[in-house]
């Protein structure tokens, strides 16, 4: 994939109702696993609450604490009140001021290439990551068909 296709942009915050999980590790095969049943579960509840998703699912990753993996959190924009219990968090995902982005097309199955990509772009223009998302845009039942903006928060090294 050309690297011509990063750009840098702000990420606006975000409202979001959320699960949480942890997987065994950052690779494909250990997020897929995870990822897919919180997202049914999540829709799930949202329905039970009656509240309707107001933009596309944000998935985020970050090390679990004392080393036990990875913390999978499933996201979906809402307009809700965070006072309410509904089996899920209802929080907050701040805006980041400079986000490397890259568009991947297909399954995330198939995502490493991009992710390293992405990541090399990072590095060859004097930044550091300080973070990741991946920003849901079109899904379906045909994962090939599927398209991922995935964002990384940046900063000068």
């Known amino acids: 994939m050309p690297t011509d296709e990063v750009q840098i942009k702000r990420i606006p915050a975000v409202r979001v109702a959320e699960l949480t999980a942890t997987a065994a590790s950052f690779e494909p095969a250990s997020i897929g696993p995870v990822i897919g049943p919180?997202?049914?579960e999540l829709s799930r509840l949202l329905d039970r609450a009656g509240?309707?998703?107001t933009g596309p699912a944000i998935a985020s990753y970050e090390d679990a604490p004392e080393g036990g993996g990875v913390l999978v959190h499933a996201t979906i924009p809402v307009d809700a009140d965070p006072d309410h219990d509904h089996g899920f968090s209802i929080v907050e995902l701040p805006e980041i001021d400079q986000a490397a982005t890259i568009?991947?097309?297909g399954s995330m199955d198939d995502v490493m290439p991009t992710i390293q990509t992405l990541a090399r772009w990072i590095d060859a223009n004097g930044y550091r990551s300080a973070g990741y998302?991946?920003?849901y845009l079109e899904l379906g039942e045909d994962r090939d068909r599927w398209v991922t903006e995935l964002q990384e928060p940046i900063a000068t090294s």
């Open 103 to 105: 568009v991947h097309r």
């Open 133 to 135: 998302r991946e920003l």
């Open 51 to 53: 509240l309707t998703p």
């Open 38 to 40: 919180l997202y049914d």
